[in-house]
C-alpha cells in the first residue's frame, strides 16, 4: 500500500541526526509522498532543502508561534521561496490561542498577510488553528483562498464551516489518543471522501494504537499506517480506501491554488 503523508516537520531537531534513516524508513513502509512543513523563513528555507534533496515538496510560511518574530521583509521572503517549483503551499500559518506564544493581534497580523499572499500567487494554505475557530472564521471571510486546515482538532461547528468554505481537512495521530481524540473520533466518519488528507505531524502525535509501542515517543512517518488504519475503522472503510483517498486529494490540493476543490 502507498501513502502519503501530508505533513512533516522533517527540520524538527528531532531529525537531525538520522534524517536519511528516517526518509528510507518511511519509503520502506510505503510512503511515496511528504509534505515537509516550513514554520518560520529559515525553516521554510531548510525545507525546501529536504525537499529537493529527497524528491519532495514544501511548504514556505510563519507558524502563529513564530509570529512576533518576524522581520520587516518576510513576505518579500516568503514569496521568494514560493518562487520555487517544490513550494506548493503558503504555511503553516494560522492562530494558536491555546499557548499565545506570539500576541494574538500579531498572529492576526501575521497570517492575514499570508493569507493575503496565498491569494495573489493563487497557492494553497497550509493552516493551523487552535482555540480560535471564531476568530479563524473571521479572517478566512475576508479573502478566498483554498487548501488545508491542518492537524483538525475543532468542534463540529468549526469542521461544517471549513468544509463549506472549501478547505480539505487533515487528520493525524490526534484520532488515535483515547484521552484527548474522542471528539475528533466522532467527527471523522463526516468528513467527505474528497476532503480528508492523512498526516503524522511528525515528530509530534505519535499515534498510540502503535503496536508494539516503540521505545522512542518521537513519531516517525512511517508510522502513517497507524493513522490510516485508525480513520477507516471510524469510518467504516478499506484502509486501501483511506490512503487512496488522501494521495489523490493531496495531489488535487496541489493544483487547485484558489480554484474550485
Not at 528555507?45 to 515538496?57: C, I, M, N, P
Not at 514560493?82 to 500576541?103: K, M, T
Request: charged share 20%; net charge negative; with cysteine.
Amino acid at each position: 500500500m502507498q501513502y502519503t503523508d501530508a505533513g512533516v516537520n522533517l527540520t524538527s531537531h528531532q531529525f537531525e541526526q538520522d534524517c536519511d534513516d528516517i526518509v528510507a524508513r518511511a519509503k520502506t513502509a510505503g510512503v511515496s509522498e511528504m509534505l515537509l512543513i516550513g514554520t518560520n523563513i529559515a525553516e521554510s528555507a531548510q525545507s525546501l532543502e529536504l525537499a529537493k534533496r529527497y524528491g519532495f515538496v514544501s511548504t514556505a510560511g510563519v507558524h502563529p508561534h513564530d509570529a512576533k518574530s518576524v522581520n520587516d521583509d518576510y513576505i518579500q521572503q516568503l514569496n521568494t521561496l514560493l518562487s520555487q517549483p517544490e513550494v506548493v503551499a503558503v504555511g503553516e500559518c494560522g492562530l494558536d490561542f491555546n499557548r499565545d506564544f506570539s500576541p494574538r493581534p500579531q498572529q492576526q497580523i501575521v497570517l492575514h498577510e499570508q493569507l493575503m499572499l496565498a491569494q495573489q500567487l493563487n497557492k494553497p494554505v497550509y493552516l493551523h488553528e487552535r482555540d480560535a475557530f471564531s476568530t479563524m472564521q473571521t479572517q478566512l471571510e475576508r479573502v478566498n483562498v483554498k487548501g488545508v486546515l491542518h492537524c483538525f482538532t475543532g468542534d463540529a461547528q468549526a469542521l461544517s464551516f471549513y468544509l463549506d468554505y472549501g478547505l480539505m481537512i487533515g487528520v493525524t495521530g490526534w484520532v488515535c489518543d483515547e484521552r484527548r481524540g474522542a471528539q475528533l473520533q466522532a467527527l471523522v466518519p463526516l468528513i467527505p471522501d474528497d476532503r480528508l488528507l492523512v498526516e503524522t505531524d511528525a515528530p509530534y502525535l505519535i499515534p498510540r494504537t502503535l503496536k508494539p509501542k516503540p521505545k522512542s515517543r518521537r513519531n516517525e512517518p512511517a508510522f502513517i499506517s497507524a493513522v490510516v488504519q485508525q480513520i477507516a475503522q471510524l469510518r467504516g472503510q478499506s484502509e486501501a480506501h483511506v490512503a487512496a483517498c488522501s494521495q489523490t486529494n493531496f495531489a488535487r490540493l496541489l493544483t487547485t491554488g484558489n480554484g474550485q476543490i
